[in-house]
């Protein structure tokens, strides 16, 4: 399931985009999940049909990689720490490996949807 | 209006005979307009093959090289097959679904052993749509991972568990008649260890092989030339003309052999001989077919057929008679299916029809009767849809011609009861390919039948004797025969059949002495020679050697081991033979020794073995 952004009406506008870096910048690291080894897309909420069938089309190592680092999250938080900043996830590693495919589930959706609710026109 | 009582009797009789009239016209006009045989021509480089009987519906179908008989790894033709109308670059597998829905048309996809099948029924005027439906089917389809795991693999399970006896035992039929190739079996059973070898990269690779304009062949039912010229060259140019790899396309070899499988729930018995090949000019056989047919034509009757009479004969069982015409090979095979106890009567009571035919017990009524079968399945099954398309389409990938049905039906009216009768005299002589699927204490072994499986070996030992006396051994230190300082042993291969003999001499000169050979005049010679014997090497480690056995012993264990295993009359016949056949003599210094009876001396010797404990 995807959150509704505006990141695409941002990175059309070079001058916004420019102004609004830096503050996303500061929040991405505010939030606090790089400092716990994690990724953007580790904290999609799993408890859906959707995001449950994206997780099962994630590659086998993706997959492994994220249950690591959602475990290694959980045992800093009970311990209330955070990774020594050499483990902290960097800005290039924080990529979106899950949207990708919730994109395309929502795609796939939407044109189900469209298909069963269409109107035929005969032609003749 | 005109009440009936109006009407004269003439006026009735007259009106009937018009009636009678427009029915008989109509029965004319329809025998007049026969289905065309396919068209073959070539549309932008793809082969196309095309018949127009103007009716309102079309099917179009690409066959393509990509049978079994061709995938690289097992299980790749399936997976291909299973991912034919799935996501392509344009749209979505929904989306082609809904679609053709929405035309009321129909998909499906299929294989043989040979030709991968992408068939399109649909109305005759959605013939732009579909063709261009399947040239993205072959281009440009996606092989997703998702889509493997979520919609084919299950597919592949569920069809994987309903392979039953019947087409297990065609698939060990062929694969023991043809090994590799076309011996790959049609659907992998939930046994057969394709995982390793099926995903969908190996699909996609295999793909790129399979689909390339030389691979394929269009084939149209009730299309017109002109729609198939003008969309066709349009719609199939991204297909690839070469594929980047060539497909494995080794000739098919005949090799026969039984293969027995125990299975649960089902029996099925497959009694395989060579037949005919596609396009083969072998009418006989499709006569032989009609002949031994096994399906009745007519109700409540076994009928002609020699088949359905010996299934009659065995209430629960049912057979028929088939002809797998391949490019290069084909299978004449005759399959029965039931309880087992009524499968093996059955199988019984076939191969003596068959051997019946072999002996020229065939009436001219039943020739008849056999060659107007045979006519009808051809012709049959060139204008059914389904039969006919696939068998156009394998002709034309493989360089063949589509089938010439005029031609084909004059052949089949030439056979006659002595081509038939040295027809099936050739199959029972030639070796038979026999798989036994199911209850396998009841089912029988192709020996009981009757039949010559490949694997010879007994049978041949029931007919000849290998006589063994005397060959020179330099390096095999044998304790019967130690001279001083010398050793003079020998083997002499004496055989009635001379191809025994030669595999024999092969066998001497390949295994016992490398650098001596044995005589080639083997038959009943003996031939000595003394030598200066080094001492043995301790390198040669021979079972029978490290189990402490003699070569005498050794080879006397596997003589008696093989009779042993020999049937009942046989066995005694050839236990006969060994005890009177089987001398030696010792030879020292270039002196024969005393004679001795083999069979004494190993008797003697296994006396002494048992008294020392030893492990002969």
């Known amino acids: 399931m995807t959150a509704p952004s505006l990141y695409n009406a941002v990175v059309k506008r070079p001058w916004l985009l420019k102004l609004l870096q830096p503050v996303a910048n500061w929040y991405t690291n505010a939030a606090g999940y790089r400092q716990m080894g994690l990724r953007a897309d580790d904290l999609i909420s799993e408890e859906n049909e959707t995001v449950l069938k994206a997780l099962r089309r994630l590659p086998p190592k993706e997959s492994y990689d994220r249950v690591y680092r959602i475990r290694r999250a959980t045992q800093l938080s009970l311990q209330h720490k955070i990774l020594p900043r050499s483990e902290w996830t960097k ?25 069963d609710t269409m109107t035929v026109l005969k032609k003749h | 209006m005109i009440c009936r009582p109006a009407l004269t009797r003439g006026s009735q009789l007259a009106l009937r005979r018009q009636g009678a009239a427009k029915l008989a016209r109509r029965g004319f006009a329809a025998v007049a307009s026969p289905k065309a045989s396919y068209e073959p021509t070539t549309i932008g480089d793809v082969k196309v093959a095309s018949r127009d009987d103007g009716g309102p519906t079309t099917r179009l179908a690409v066959v393509a090289k990509a049978g079994t008989r061709y995938e690289p790894l097992p299980g790749l033709t399936v997976g291909l097959e299973e991912f034919a109308f799935k996501n392509t670059q344009k749209r979505s597998a929904l989306r082609i679904t809904r679609e053709t829905e929405l035309l009321g048309g129909q998909l499906s996809s299929y294989h043989t052993r040979e030709a991968l099948v992408l068939q399109a029924n649909f109305l005759r005027e959605d013939l732009p749509y579909f063709v261009e439906l399947l040239g993205e089917v072959l281009s440009q389809t996606r092989y997703t991972t998702h889509e493997y795991h979520e919609e084919v693999e299950d597919v592949i399970h ?104 125990a299975r649960l729930g089902g029996n099925s018995v497959v009694i395989a001989f060579p037949g005919a090949a596609l396009g083969a000019n072998q009418p006989e056989i499709a006569v032989l077919v009609g002949l031994l047919g096994g399906e009745s034509t007519i109700k409540w009757s076994p009928g002609f057929s020699l088949l359905s009479k010996a ?110 009768k040295t027809a099936a005299k050739t199959l029972l002589e030639g070796k038979a390919s026999v798989a036994a699927v199911g209850d396998l204490h009841v089912l029988p072994f192709a020996e009981e039948l009757g039949l010559r499986p490949s694997a010879a070996v007994d049978s041949r030992l029931a007919h000849h004797t290998v006589h063994i006396v005397i060959l020179h051994l330099t390096h095999f230190p044998l304790s019967v025969c130690h001279g001083e300082g010398t050793i003079t042993i020998g083997i002499c291969v004496w055989s009635r059949d001379s191809e025994l003999g030669g595999a024999c001499r092969l066998f001497a000169s390949r295994f016992l002495a490398p650098r001596k050979r044995a005589h080639p005049e083997s038959r009943s010679h003996c031939e000595t020679k003394s030598v200066n014997r080094p001492a043995p090497t301790a390198k040669m480690t021979f079972a ?73």
């Open chain 2, 158 to 261: 569920a069809k994987q568990a309903k392979v039953d006896a019947a087409a297990v035992a065609l698939d060990a039929a062929h694969s023991v008649a043809f090994h590799t190739g076309l011996g790959a079996p049609l659907y992998p059973t939930p046994s057969t260890p394709i995982s390793s070898y099926l995903n969908e990269h190996s699909v996609a690779a295999f793909a790129e092989a399979a689909y390339s304009k030389s691979n394929i062949a269009v084939i149209a039912d009730g299309a017109s030339q002109a729609g198939l010229s003008k969309w066709i060259e349009p719609f199939f140019q991204a297909v690839p003309a070469q594929s980047p790899s060539p497909l494995n396309t080794a000739a098919s070899k005949y090799y026969g052999g039984e293969q027995r499988i």
């Open chain 2, 544 to 616: 029978w050697k490290a189990a402490g056995l003699t070569y005498n012993r050794y080879l006397a264990v596997a003589a008696r081991v093989v009779r042993r295993s020999l049937k009942e009359d046989k066995r005694l016949a050839a236990e006969r033979r060994g005890q009177q056949d089987l001398r030696f003599a010792k030879w020292s210094n270039g002196k024969q020794g005393e004679i001795k009876n083999l069979a004494e001396a190993n008797a003697q010797a296994a006396v002494e073995s048992a008294a020392t404990g030893g492990t002969a």
């Open chain 2, 311 to 420: 299934a009659a004969a065995a209430p629960g069982a049912s057979a028929k008679a088939i002809n797998f015409a391949y490019s290069d090979a084909g299978l004449l095979a005759i399959q029965i299916n039931g309880q087992a106890k009524a499968v093996r009567k059955a199988a019984e009571e076939s191969v003596k029809a068959l051997k019946s035919v072999a002996e020229g017990g065939v009436s001219k009524e039943n020739l008849v009767k056999a060659i107007a079968k045979a006519k009808f399945n051809l012709l049959s099954a060139s204008e059914a849809s389904g039969t006919g398309l696939v068998l156009t389409g394998s002709s034309l990938i493989h360089g063949g011609q589509p089938l010439q049905v005029a031609e084909s039906v004059k052949a089949l009216e030439g056979v006659t009861a002595d081509k038939l």
């Open chain 1, 91 to 115: 800005p290039e590693e924080d990529v979106p490996y899950l949207t990708p495919i919730l994109e395309q589930l929502a795609a796939e959706a939407k044109e189900r949807e469209a298909l």
